[in-house]
T-cell receptor, first 117, second 112 residues
Framework: GAVVSQHPSRVICKSGTSVKIECRSL??????MFWYRQFPKQSLMLMAT?????????EQGVEKDKFLINHASLTLSTLTVTSAHPEDSSFYIC?????????????FGPGTRLTVL | GENVEQHPSTLSVQEGDSAVIKCTYS??????FPWYKQELGKGPQLIID?????GEKKDQRIAVTLNKTAKHFSLHITETQPEDSAVYFC???????????FGTGTQLKVEL
């Protein structure tokens, strides 16, 4: 159990376009989903936390108007990178948790490799 | 905020030997400490976690120890195999909440 999927696994886009990444919990209801970004040979950096039915909470330094997050159901969250630029190229990973507030385990998706030309 | 330090950054062991990775954290309110294994190009996979009400947890060849007084926790892998080669991340919960702060990662290489 606790399987999380992401789609697409890899995307290449032109500078200035928008890209949507989907994160789904396949066998459990994810009250909370998290979005991370990971640059090569670096650790995971939390971008935002989203709870089903409410607005996402963004970490300091993350532009909420550039990285739009929608957590429309208990099994789906989406991250849209708007007006993407080459510096947005990275590995984007989501995770899902059953808990709304307490320290429940986070289960990660397989990641999405975004390349902006 | 929480700060998690992880050592070593790289670790090379011979197949069959043990590997130990250590992490320290700063927030005394942290109470959940998961360990993740990440293979190249993939998402992190949970391998074991420990909560603050216990000092040790074991699952086959993997064990984690926690010292809350000293604020450090360690991952122990025994009888290492080539397929254990990957990057390992420790993490600590931010206070009593559901956010995680990750360590900087350890590249483990198990050599034949």
């Amino acid at each position: 159990g606790a399987v999380v999927s992401q789609h697409p696994s890899r995307v290449i886009c032109k500078s200035g376009t928008s890209v949507k990444i989907e994160c789904r919990s396949l066998d459990f209801q994810a009250t909370t989903m998290f979005w991370y970004r990971q640059f090569p040979k670096q650790s995971l950096m939390l971008m935002a936390t989203s709870n089903e039915g409410s607005k996402a909470t963004y970490e300091q330094g993350v532009e909420k108007d550039k990285f739009l997050i929608n957590h429309a159901s208990l099994t789906l969250s989406t991250l849209t990178v708007t007006s993407a630029h080459p510096e947005d190229s990275s590995f984007y990973i989501c995770s899902a948790s059953r808990s709304l507030a307490g320290p429940d385990t986070q289960y990660f998706g397989p990641g999405t490799r975004l390349t902006v030309l | 905020g929480e700060n998690v330090e992880q050592h070593p950054s790289t670790l090379s062991v011979q197949e069959g030997d043990s590997a130990v990775i250590k992490c320290t954290y700063s927030d005394s309110a942290s109470n959940h400490f998961p360990w993740y294994k990440q293979e190249l190009g993939k998402g992190p996979q949970l391998i074991i976690d420990i909560r603050s009400n216990v000092g040790e947890k074991k699952d086959q060849r993997i064990a984690v120890t926690l010292n809350k007084t000293a604020k450090h926790f360690s991952l122990h892998i025994t009888e290492t195999q080539p397929e254990d080669s990957a990057v390992y991340f420790c993490a600590a919960s931010l206070g009593g909440g559901n956010k995680l702060t990750f360590g900087t990662g350890t590249q483990l290489k198990v050599e034949l």
